[in-house]
């Protein structure tokens, strides 16, 4: 699908330009205290011309035939890129947690890797304390891998997926 860079693209985004619009696909997720499950997703990178992007995702349960078995995560929040480079990211979930996330955008590659720096739960949240993430431009695809350490269980693989620009 053709992409071009918004013109009001704010100067501190220019990097992260690849990842604006709305991306959908499939996904894997497993975690030692769950079933191993598949997923579709769809994500939403909007920018208006200010020093921010904003992110939005919802995702669902398939079967094995791909067919939508419930709703599952929505999160939403904002990527602030920095002029030298690092990057915020701010995430708010459904389930009731709030993270922080720093990190880098690659300088030579459409990547970009954050890790949790704060996570604030409502007190009917699941145990969840940290997570790693990992997005990148891969072939046309958006690519990412997300890593969570939450119910007594260190950092460890939690979710990917790949997927395309609609």
């Given amino acids: 699908m053709p992409f071009e860079i918004p013109d009001n693209i704010h100067p501190q985004c220019a990097r992260l330009a690849w990842m604006l619009g709305t991306w959908a696909g499939n996904g894997h997720g497993e975690y030692p205290t769950i079933e191993p499950f598949q997923f579709g997703q769809e994500l939403i990178f909007q920018q208006d011309g200010r020093p921010f992007i904003h992110y939005m995702s919802r995702a ?3 079967d094995a035939d791909g067919n939508h078995v419930r709703e599952a995560a929505q999160e939403t929040g904002f990527i602030r890129p920095q002029e030298d480079g690092s990057l915020e990211f701010l995430l708010a979930h459904n389930t ?3 993270e922080t996330y720093i990190g880098e955008v690659h300088a030579e590659q459409p990547r970009f890797e954050v ?3 704060a996570v604030v739960r409502t ?3 699941k145990e969840y304390v940290g997570g790693k993430r990992l997005y990148g431009y891969v072939n046309g695809d958006l690519m990412y ?5 939450a119910m007594g269980q260190p950092l460890q693989p939690h979710s990917h997926a790949q997927l395309k620009r609609q």
């Avoid at 891998?145 to 350490?149: G, H, K, L, R």
């Fill in 60 to 62: 669902w349960i398939v």
């Fill in 96 to 98: 009731g947690f709030v």
């Fill in 123 to 125: 007190a009917t949240a």
């Fill in 145 to 149: 891998a997300y890593d969570m350490a």
């Fill in 115 to 117: 890790t949790t720096d």
